[in-house]
């Protein structure tokens, strides 16, 4: 998924208020509406769930035969499983794995597709057809296959190996955005000032160009994560991954196939708890993804 292009006639792509600084612009953007607000504060939430969570609420608590698929209660906000673990537990320690393993997919998927996207666009000529070729080659491949084919292969339990994977089947849709962006800015008129210059070509391509895709580059970062962890829960869903992980997938794999979440109206709760952790966490970077928007967009910024 590919975020919108900042609209930008000048190298400049943010606009300040006299006296203000960024920090003080983005959040006056962020708290003119109380959705964008919200998204924040539920990236927020999640990234100290994903970080300290297990720490404060730990999955490994005694199990409690007696509370099997134990119904949302004070002690158990969203219930239990077929093993009498607070399913709240489970999801909070899942979140570690999840986010970082998106995480690091995300950085994997921009630092790839920039890259072959700046340098396509920027040297043009055989470099470009040859990158051009090989970006097609990944478009074409079906990514969720690919990554189950891989799985088999590669071990997926670790999130940095997870991310990687994630990453090198991910970034040809970005670096095609990326080369056109690229292609778009070389003829500006700064650019062509610079190379009269004389500067060299690592100078223009990431003191020049690249700055001014930065806003876009940022948004894709976060929509990249959301994607990132559509495809990671997927495989383990699937169970092509080993489950010594936690992980919402594997919430979501044990309640069908094995707790009969679909069967018993009991298991519900265990089902429904990371599917609720995952559209929540989507919603946030939804409703965030407005406000970064405006952020880096002048022209957003002042018809606001």
Do not use: C
């Not at 002690?75 to 995480?103: C, W």
């Amino acid at each position: 998924m590919i975020a919108r292009v900042p609209e930008t006639d000048t190298p400049s792509t943010v606009t300040f208020v006299k006296g203000e600084s960024f920090a003080k612009m983005a959040w006056r953007v962020v708290k003119a509406r109380p959705s964008r607000v919200i998204g924040l504060a539920i990236i927020v939430l999640f990234t100290l769930m994903g970080l300290f969570g297990p720490l404060i609420y730990p999955h490994n608590l005694p199990i409690d035969p007696n509370a099997i698929y134990a119904p949302p209660s004070l002690k158990y906000p969203l219930g239990t499983d077929f093993e009498g673990t607070s399913n709240l537990a489970l999801v909070i320690t899942g979140a570690r794995y999840v986010l970082f393993a998106a995480l690091m997919a995300a950085i994997f998927t921009v630092v790839f597709g920039t890259g072959v996207g700046l340098v396509s666009g920027y040297f043009l000529g055989a470099t470009d057809s040859i990158l051009m070729r090989i970006t097609d080659f990944i478009l074409t491949i079906p990514g969720f296959p690919l990554l189950v084919v891989l799985s088999t292969v590669w071990n997926f339990g670790q999130p940095i190996a997870m991310g990687f994977v994630l990453g090198i089947t991910g970034w040809g849709g970005l670096a095609r955005a990326v080369r056109s962006q690229t292609l778009s800015l070389r003829e500006r008129g700064f650019i062509e000032a610079a190379r009269g210059m004389g500067l060299p070509w690592w100078h223009i391509v990431f003191r020049e160009i690249l700055p001014n895709m930065g806003p876009y580059i940022a948004m894709n970062l976060l929509v990249s994560v959301t994607g990132a962890i559509y495809a990671e829960v997927g495989l383990f869903y699937l169970g092509v991954v080993p489950f010594h992980v936690n992980n919402w997938g594997v919430m979501l794999n044990l309640a069908v196939f094995t707790g009969g979440a679909m069967q018993s109206p009991q298991a519900l709760p265990y089902l429904l708890a990371p599917l609720v952790a995952i559209l929540l966490l989507t919603l946030g970077v939804v409703l965030f993804l407005d406000a970064l928007d405006e952020i880096f967009n002048p022209r957003l910024r002042e018809a606001a």
